[in-house]
C-alpha cells in the first residue's frame, strides 16, 4: 500500500474489503480480480471468464450470489 500511495495514477490490485476501503482512503483507483477478468474478456484475452470465475471460487475466493451473478451479467455470460 505504502508503493501503491507513491504512485498514486497506478492501480492497485485488491480483492480484500478492508484493504480496499484502506487504498480507497488513500486516493488510489483499486481493481479486484473479477474486474481484472471482465477487461480480460472485453479486451479479446479470453472468451469466457465463467470457468475462470468458478475456479477462483474453487480455489477460495468468497464470492456472493449476487456479485457472482453482476460480473456474469456484465461479462454477458449469465
Do not use: C, F
Not at 481493481?31 to 479470453?46: D, P, V
Amino acid at each position: 500500500m505504502a508503493l501503491a500511495a507513491e504512485h498514486p495514477t497506478k492501480l492497485v490490485l485488491l480483492d480484500d474489503n478492508l484493504a480496499r476501503r484502506a487504498a480507497h482512503a488513500y486516493g488510489l483507483q483499486v481493481w479486484g480480480t473479477l474486474k481484472i477478468l471482465l477487461e480480460a474478456k472485453s479486451q479479446g484475452l479470453t472468451a469466457s471468464i465463467k470457468p475462470l470465475v468458478y475456479r477462483l471460487g474453487d480455489a477460495g475466493l468468497w464470492l456472493s450470489t449476487d456479485i457472482l451473478q453482476r460480473v456474469l451479467t456484465l461479462a454477458d455470460e449469465s
